[in-house]
Nanobody, 122 residues
Framework: QVQLVESGGGLVQAGGSLRLSCAAS????????MGWFRQAPGKEREFVAV????????YYADSVRGRFTISRDNAKNTVALQMNSLKPEDTAVYYC???????????????WGQGTQVTVSS
């Protein structure tokens, strides 16, 4: 099991940027794929981005592709989500998660952080 703690959320104006970070503790962080998901009020949790264990492969939801970038530092046990050109519809609680496979499916992810709030004002 991996324990995950997100940070970096906040309030930003539309068009601005935020960088989320997720710190992992526990065994074998570098063997897990890592993902970011988000959940807006009244909506289901949705996939945002995933990165392979090595960092060599990434995949994004259509809604964020070209604006968001996922990265990881296995030496520091961290994964980040750089969010640029933010829109009000990006407002949500953002969660990082660790998974056994490089996949966007929520069922692949066994450990989840507590979430960090991102609010984008228009």
């Amino acid at each position: 099991q991996v324990q995950l703690v997100e940070s970096g959320g906040g309030l930003v104006q539309a068009g601005g940027s935020l960088r989320l970070s997720c710190a992992a503790s526990g065994r074998s962080f570098s063997t897990y794929a890592m993902g970011w998901f988000r959940q807006a009020p009244g909506k289901e949790r949705e996939f945002v981005a995933v990165i392979s264990w090595s960092g060599g492969s990434t995949y994004y939801a259509d809604s964020v592709r070209g604006r968001f970038t996922i990265s990881r530092d296995n030496a520091k046990n961290t994964v980040a989500l750089q969010m640029n050109s933010l829109k009000p519809e990006d407002t949500a609680v953002y969660y990082c998660a660790s998974g056994s496979h490089y996949s966007p499916l929520p069922s692949n992810f066994g450990s989840w952080g507590q979430g960090t709030q991102v609010t984008v004002s228009s």
